[in-house]
């Protein structure tokens, strides 16, 4: 079990934050992505993304970090009707298993949870087998499919929900 502490993520996480993310796009979307996008340019793309994103947080957001080995981004403003927006969940390649993700997830969730948002979804590529399976144990429902357009082929995704984010958090233990 990863013991590494979470704490809330600030535009000074930025370029780890953007590090983590290429080095988990590269382990887990590989034959998703082309291998131009997940070559060099991929860490400078990140970085900028990251930048923005922290830059332009509201209080009502999460972005939480373990250390330099996991993070989590939670949007306030998603889909209407669906709750927060769980838009990015990622642990470095050579942790994963570990519990970190779950221990993300969890503390995420009640930080959700105590705002007083019952919601929650996310979107995953439904080649990422190992994502789905993680989030449907924690009770999340597939509940529509979809294709987003990647490197310009037609890939498929599913969004995953909650309908009770207080039990999620429990459910990943926090």
């Given at each position: 079990?990863?013991d590494a502490p979470?704490?809330?993520?600030?535009?000074a996480?930025?370029?780890?934050?953007?590090?983590?993310?290429?080095?988990?796009?590269?382990?887990?979307?590989?034959?998703i992505?082309?291998d131009?996008?997940?070559g060099?340019s991929?860490?400078?793309?990140?970085?900028?993304h990251?930048?923005?994103?922290?830059g332009?947080m509201?209080?009502q957001?999460?972005?939480l970090?373990?250390d330099?080995v996991?993070?989590?981004?939670?949007?306030?403003?998603?889909?209407?009707?669906?709750?927060?927006?769980?838009?990015n969940?990622?642990?470095?390649?050579?942790r994963?298993?570990?519990?970190l993700?779950?221990?993300l997830?969890?503390?995420?969730?009640?930080?959700?949870?105590?705002?007083?948002?019952?919601g929650a979804?996310?979107w995953v590529?439904?080649?990422?087998?190992?994502a789905i399976d993680?989030?449907?144990?924690?009770?999340?429902?597939?509940?529509?499919?979809?294709?987003d357009e990647?490197?310009?082929a037609?890939?498929?995704?599913?969004?995953?929900a909650?309908?009770?984010?207080?039990?999620?958090a429990?459910?990943?233990?926090?």
């Amino acid at each position: 079990m990863s013991d590494a502490p979470i704490r809330p993520a600030s535009v000074a996480d930025a370029d780890a934050i953007a590090a983590l993310h290429a080095a988990s796009w590269r382990s887990a979307y590989r034959g998703i992505f082309k291998d131009d996008t997940l070559g060099p340019s991929l860490d400078g793309e990140r970085r900028e993304h990251w930048r923005g994103k922290l830059g332009a947080m509201t209080p009502q957001d999460t972005v939480l970090i373990a250390d330099d080995v996991g993070f989590i981004a939670v949007w306030a403003e998603g889909d209407p009707g669906f709750g927060a927006y769980i838009d990015n969940l990622h642990v470095h390649p050579e942790r994963r298993s570990g519990g970190l993700g779950r221990r993300l997830l969890g503390e995420a969730m009640r930080r959700v949870a105590r705002r007083g948002e019952r919601g929650a979804y996310l979107w995953v590529f439904d080649d990422n087998v190992r994502a789905i399976d993680f989030y449907r144990r924690l009770g999340g429902e597939i509940v529509e499919g979809g294709f987003d357009e990647i490197d310009g082929a037609q890939v498929a995704h599913s969004r995953i929900a909650w309908r009770d984010t207080a039990r999620l958090a429990d459910a990943c233990g926090a």
